[in-house]
């Protein structure tokens, strides 16, 4: 069974980073893509990043290029998010998401997700 | 970036009823469509992938069609466990973006 487990949400002020980690079990890792997809509060679904299954290639939406940088390391079977720059408009749900294959493909299973929420 | 539109934003039908929900591509996307079901609180689910592949454990009321720009989710016969928001994204190209989404509702 796919377990997608994400970890390091929380509370930061504007303008403060955060890193996200997801622990993936049940496949083999480094065969899929991986992406993030965040939620706003009461809005519908934002792909954020994605990266190849050897962690060679990787795409950021707009909102967020420049920073946020997607991450993963095979060894540990663990997808990171590194948030810098941190703006009101990141607080979100960020769920970790298996793909069906490359990078930006369709999202197969999801994590339940890790709350960031961006105040002062 | 293709913009995903989709339709309507939300409805409201009686339990049995054919419900169909579309979604438009800004530019041809083949069949590079998927459909998720997010219930109220809970973790979004894929339901159809590659515009009209049932994903594993969906029930078989659930089905998706199209090619191009044009794409619909049917559901043949609404059940009360169906009250979700319907998500589509093609998956084409990057960025992978979502419609806005459907709201469906019991009447």
């Known amino acids: 069974e796919v377990q997608l487990v994400e970890s390091g949400g929380g509370l930061v002020q504007p303008g403060g980073s955060l890193r996200l980690s997801c622990a993936a079990s049940?496949?083999?890792?480094?065969?899929?893509?991986m992406s993030w997809v965040r939620q706003a509060p009461g809005k519908g679904l934002e792909w954020v990043s994605g990266i190849s299954g050897s962690g060679s290639t990787t795409y950021d939406a707009d909102s967020v290029r420049g920073r946020f940088t997607i991450s993963r390391d095979n060894s540990k079977n663990t997808l990171y998010l590194q948030m810098n720059s941190l703006r009101a408009e990141d607080t979100a749900v960020y769920y970790c998401?298996?793909?069906?294959?490359?990078?930006?493909?369709?999202?197969?299973?999801w994590g339940q997700g890790a709350l960031v929420t961006v105040s002062s | 970036d293709i913009q995903m539109t989709q339709s309507p934003s939300s409805l409201s039908a009686s339990v049995g009823d054919r419900v169909t929900i579309t979604c438009r591509a800004s530019?041809?996307?083949?069949?590079?469509l998927a459909w998720y079901q997010q219930k109220p609180g809970k973790v979004p689910k894929l339901l159809i992938y590659a515009a009209s592949t049932l994903q594993s454990g969906v029930p078989s009321r659930f089905s998706g069609s199209g090619s191009g720009t044009d794409f619909t989710l049917t559901v043949s016969s609404l059940q009360p466990e169906d009250v979700a928001t319907y998500y589509c994204?093609?998956?084409?190209?990057?960025?992978?973006?979502f419609g806005g989404g459907t709201k469906v509702e019991i009447k």
């Open positions: 998401a298996k793909t069906g294959g490359y990078s930006y493909a369709y999202v197969a299973s």
């Open positions: 530019q041809g996307i083949s069949n590079y």
């Open positions: 994204q093609q998956c084409n190209s990057a960025p992978p973006t």
């Open positions: 049940g496949f083999t890792f480094s065969n899929y893509g």
